[in-house]
């Protein structure tokens, strides 16, 4: 059965207000188009967990979603702080909680094995261990050595963006992985969007592949460029200006709700937010093809 449907429509349809969304990508695939649409439907009183908030959650903030973030490093990537985040939180309008990298994907471990929590060697991170009581030390009941356990998470609704999925939701992504796994089998509910809809041959064809089943997918929906500013390997680059360009825009609470208004609120959805970056930043960010060697698997 087809899972198709709007962004709009999945937004409305699978995110609610007060819920703790799960946006996965870890520098790549992060899902720009999604955190747009749920600027767009005003949700509110969200909490927002990612392994690095990046700039979607900057904006999510800013636009007045949240009322708590968990994350594990937050900052504009290799340009700097995350201003509107940061402020919220040092001004306490913010709630937060934070982990180590491995600590937060541990988290999602524990929530998609079914378990209360996951262990952890000590990672000598003891200033988290002081700013998170959620952080614990326990006996290995084995060995009798301490070790750190951080308790399972499992988000009401994750967002995973793919290069490629069928309509049943069995999605390829390749490049640099992060943890849009995970989140998909921790989270109750799994919104899917894809650079492209192909036919399932094209999955089948590479079994491997398929990091996401359709069995976890309650949404699809077609959305080329939806990750811009991040990228998606094979599809367009990395919009480096643009991250220097939010590190000028967050210092300025008015400039901040102009961009919104411009490239949120006042464009339907992603195909007239693409079209509105224009020609010039199309050819900056496209990528020369670079086929992978094919994979024989044999008679079947």
Request: aromatic share 10%; net charge negative; glycine share 8%.
């Amino acid at each position: 059965m087809s899972k198709l449907l709007s962004l709009a429509e999945a937004i409305a349809k699978y995110v609610h207000d007060g819920d703790l969304v799960y946006a996965a990508g870890f520098t790549h695939l992060i899902p720009f188009a999604a955190g747009h649409e749920i600027i767009r439907q005003r949700k509110r009183d969200l909490v927002l967990a990612r392994a690095t908030p990046d700039l979607i959650y900057d904006q999510m903030v800013a636009a007045g979603c949240a009322r708590k973030v968990i994350f594990s490093y937050m900052g504009n990537p290799g340009v700097g702080s995350l201003r509107i985040l940061r402020a919220a939180i040092e001004a306490g309008r913010l709630e937060w909680e934070e982990y180590s990298h491995f600590g937060m994907i541990s988290r999602l471990q524990a929530g998609a094995a079914g378990l209360p929590f996951m262990p952890m060697n000590p990672t000598g991170a003891a200033d988290l261990e002081r700013a998170n009581p959620l952080i614990r030390r326990v006996a290995d009941p084995y060995s009798g050595r301490e070790v750190i356990v951080v308790p399972a998470l499992q988000p009401d609704v994750a967002i995973v963006h793919v290069q490629r999925a069928d309509a049943q939701g069995n999605a390829h992504l390749w490049g640099i992985i992060g943890e849009q796994k995970e989140a998909a089998f921790a989270a109750r509910r799994v919104i899917l969007t894809a650079e492209e809809i192909v036919d399932e041959a094209v999955i089948r064809s590479d079994p491997n592949r398929t990091l996401i089943p359709g069995l976890r997918v309650d949404a699809v929906c077609h959305v080329p460029y939806a990750a811009h500013p991040s990228y998606a390997q094979g599809y367009y680059d990395r919009d480096n200006e643009f991250y220097l360009e939010w590190e000028r825009i967050s210092q300025s609470e008015q400039a901040v709700q102009a961009w919104l208004e411009e490239w949120v609120y006042g464009v339907e959805d992603r195909q007239e937010y693409w079209a509105r970056l224009g020609p010039q930043v199309h050819a900056r960010l496209q990528v020369t093809p670079r086929p992978s060697a094919p994979v024989n698997y044999g008679q079947y």
